[in-house]
């Protein structure tokens, strides 16, 4: 079977990376993307043995820069068959009140603005050969807003309703559009929620297993390995102690 190529953004953590191991693995080449050069080159280097990597580094926030990466891809790179809009974080957990702007911008401009312009810049091959698959990394924040969570919900809202606009808008293309919303899982998005403060990011997952970034992956994989004429639209994924956002059972 051909491989396809698949394009990673936030690759060099937590879900991207282990979604990137995992597709390795599962006959995809892989366009390994972040901002951070040093860990792409390393992963570059373990998953080059499986599989055909190359790297693009690149801060989504950046429509330029992201255009550029984009279309530096030499010819053999640029059939990309899936992308999957992983970058992202929150940052901060403050009352609507106390907010800090730089915090919203940040959110506003990965979450929401990010993962359009890194899909303006994949689109047009997958609209010229009517094929390919996008997978937004929603969350569970994407479907209920809570304390605290004001902005990184709504830009996570945001990214529901691109999912679901994407889908409509693509459906003539034949390309598949998918959201994957997670509850906790493990990975360093709460270090970055709490700049730096491990202790604290460390008691989000206190008392119960949390998902882990593998989990996602797997979900990933399952998604991809659909046959052709089965798209899933919508998946939401907790740990088994979570029940929505604010209901979590901890020992
Ligand atoms: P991590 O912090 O572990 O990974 C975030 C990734 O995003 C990193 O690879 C980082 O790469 C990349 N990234 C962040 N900002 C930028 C930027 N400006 N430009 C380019 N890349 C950027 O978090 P997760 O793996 O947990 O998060 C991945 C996705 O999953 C996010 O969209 C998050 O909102 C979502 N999610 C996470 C959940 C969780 O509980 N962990 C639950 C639900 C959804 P680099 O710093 O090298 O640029
Ligand atoms: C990450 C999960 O619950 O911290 O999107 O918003 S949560």
Redesign the pocket.
């Given at each position: 079977m051909q491989k396809r190529i698949a394009l990673i953004?936030?690759?060099?953590?937590?879900?991207?990376?282990?979604t990137a191991r995992l597709l390795a693995a599962n006959n995809f080449n892989l366009i390994l993307?972040?901002?951070?050069q040093d860990?792409?080159d390393k992963l570059q280097t373990e998953l080059g043995k499986l599989t055909s990597t190359t790297t693009l580094?690149?801060?989504?926030?950046?429509q330029q820069s992201v255009a550029n990466a984009i279309a530096s891809l030499p010819d053999a790179w640029k059939g990309i068959d899936v992308l999957v809009?992983?970058?992202?974080?929150?940052h901060g957990l403050d009352p609507i009140q106390n907010g800090s702007i730089e915090d919203w911008d940040?959110m506003i401009?990965?979450?929401v603005k990010?993962?359009l312009y890194v899909s303006k810049a994949v689109l047009p091959v997958m609209t010229e050969r009517k094929s390919g698959h996008i997978i937004n990394?929603?969350?569970?924040?994407?479907k209920e807003v809570y304390p605290n969570g004001n902005v990184?919900c709504a830009?996570?809202f945001a990214?529901d309703a691109l999912t679901r606009g994407m889908r409509i808008d693509l459906n003539a293309f034949g390309i598949k559009v998918t959201s994957?919303?997670?509850?906790?899982?493990?990975?360093?998005?709460?270090?970055?929620r709490f700049k730096g403060d491990k202790e604290k990011a460390d008691l989000?997952y206190k008392g119960l297993i949390?998902?882990t970034?593998k989990d996602?992956a797997d979900i990933i994989l399952y998604v991809l390995q659909a046959p052709p004429h089965v798209q899933l639209a919508d998946i939401t994924v907790f740990p088994t102690a979570q029940a929505s956002s604010t209901v979590v059972k901890r020992n």
């Open positions: 953004t936030g690759a060099t953590s937590g879900i991207g990376e282990a993307c972040g901002r951070r860990r792409l580094s690149f801060d989504v926030r950046n809009n992983n970058a992202g974080n929150a940040a401009d990965i979450n990010g993962l990394l929603g969350s569970i924040a994407g990184y830009s996570k990214v994957i919303n997670p509850g906790m899982v493990e990975t360093e998005f709460s270090v970055v989000t949390p998902l970034g996602i």
